[in-house]
Nanobody, 124 residues
Framework: QVQLAESGGELVQAGGSLRLSCAAAGRNFDRYLMGWFRQVPGKEREGVAAISWSGGTKYYADSVKGRFTVSRDNPNNMVYLQMDSLKPEDTAVYYC?????????????????WGQGTQVTVSS
């Protein structure tokens, strides 16, 4: 069992930066692929980024590539999403999630545990 808690979401102007954090509690955190998803009302939750258990492989959606950076700190059970050059279309609730199988990082059903989400609002 893994419990996840996101933080760091807030209102920011377009072009600004935010760093989201995800704190994990529970066993075997360093065995999970960790993903970041986002969702706006009326739309499907979409994968934004993910990082392998070792941190050696990172995945990004095309819409955020070059602007967002995912990282993890296994000894402290933390995952981060650094978001730069933010755009109004990045406005969403952001979720972190844990995937034990480590496959299909974009697929919601592959993830075993989810946090409650943190709101990011980018004003134009």
């Amino acid at each position: 069992q893994v419990q996840l808690a996101e933080s760091g979401g807030e209102l920011v102007q377009a072009g600004g930066s935010l760093r989201l954090s995800c704190a994990a509690a529970g066993r075997n955190f360093d065995r999970y692929l960790m993903g970041w998803f986002r969702q706006v009302p009326g739309k499907e939750r979409e994968g934004v980024a993910a990082i392998s258990w070792s941190g050696g492989t990172k995945y990004y959606a095309d819409s955020v590539k070059g602007r967002f950076t995912v990282s993890r700190d296994n000894p402290n059970n933390m995952v981060y999403l650094q978001m730069d050059s933010l755009k109004p279309e990045d406005t969403a609730v952001y979720y972190c999630a844990a995937n034990f199988r480590g496959s299909n990082w974009r697929t919601r059903s592959e993830y075993d545990y989810w946090g409650q989400g943190t709101q990011v609002t980018v004003s134009s």
